[in-house]
């Protein structure tokens, strides 16, 4: 790191600090311990910003306000329901070739209930979160984002919720090496063109139509899910102990993971859809 990129992380350490000190209700304090005081974190995002320290004040401002607003920082495996595992339809599984954690996520069980949006959302940057963070931890190494679109219905494709999610992508700094497609439906390409804009531009070029033999060149054999080769195939995952079921939930509980306490039940269908995916 250069002296020059050292003395910007000061200056963006030291203001988000003060900026902390005169409004403590305005980041999260796990936030501040975990981004603002450490500078490898922060990197990210002067990278991410090409070096510009005003840019990486204001993005990280926002990237906090937003984080508390999702509950972002108080998240953990045990705050989802252990029937959202039991399915495998988002999960970090193991690394590239080069080291880059790899978030998976599965197009057949994309199902149309609005109630389930905001959970599932938080789940899945709570996901890529980690996986940047390890990725941090790890050496210095980025993740990747596969999407398997086999199985991908387009009565359940909502072109705003994508839009959304891709839109929320200026929320993670630098880090994302990689976003691989597989399965791509013809029917969808048209929609994926339409969305791309909204991505941030750096990321615009990471993205990769790939095909099995892509992947085999990519991703060691260990860390390839079965479900890749075999769409019928169910990838087991290892529960945290301490996972509860949806019915175990307190208030609380829903209100972490942005679901209503009057959307409690439609989200019980939702679960029960997902297990039923074939």
């Not at 919720?161 to 497609?181: D, Q, R, V």
């Not at 969808?188 to 063109?193: N, T, Y």
């Not at 079921?245 to 307190?250: E, G, I, L, S, W």
């Amino acid at each position: 790191m250069s002296l020059s990129t050292e003395l910007k992380l000061d200056n963006i350490q030291a203001t988000l600090l003060r900026i902390h000190e005169a409004n403590g209700e305005l980041f999260d304090e796990n936030d501040v311990f975990k981004i603002v005081k450490n500078k490898a974190y922060l990197n990210r995002f002067l990278q991410q910003q090409r070096e510009d320290e005003e840019k990486t004040i204001k993005i990280v401002k926002e990237t906090l306000e937003w984080r508390k607003r999702k509950c972002i920082s108080q998240l953990s495996h045990s705050s989802f329901p252990r029937e959202m595992y039991s399915v495998a339809h988002l999960f970090i599984h193991g690394t590239d070739h080069e080291g880059n954690v790899i978030v998976y996520t599965r197009g057949k069980y994309a199902i149309g209930i609005k109630e389930a949006i905001e959970p599932l959302e938080r789940f899945f940057y709570f996901l890529c979160f980690k996986a940047l963070e390890k990725g941090l931890m790890d050496g210095d190494k980025g993740w990747v984002l596969f999407n398997d679109l086999g199985g991908f219905s387009m009565k359940n494709f909502s072109l705003q919720h994508m839009i959304a999610i891709i839109t929320s992508f200026k929320y993670l700094p630098s880090g994302l090496n990689k976003i691989l497609i597989y399965r791509l439906p013809m029917l969808i390409k048209p929609f994926l063109k339409m969305c791309l804009p909204f991505m941030p531009h750096e990321w615009q070029n990471l993205v990769h139509i790939v095909e099995i033999d892509d992947i085999e060149r990519m991703i060691p054999e260990r860390y390839i899910p079965d479900f890749l080769r075999d769409s019928n195939s169910i990838h087991k995952l290892e529960h945290p102990p301490e996972l509860k079921a949806f019915d175990d939930f307190t208030e609380q509980d829903l209100k972490i993971i942005g679901l209503k306490y009057e959307d409690k039940v439609k989200f019980k269908e939702f679960l029960l859809k997902l297990k039923n995916v074939k």
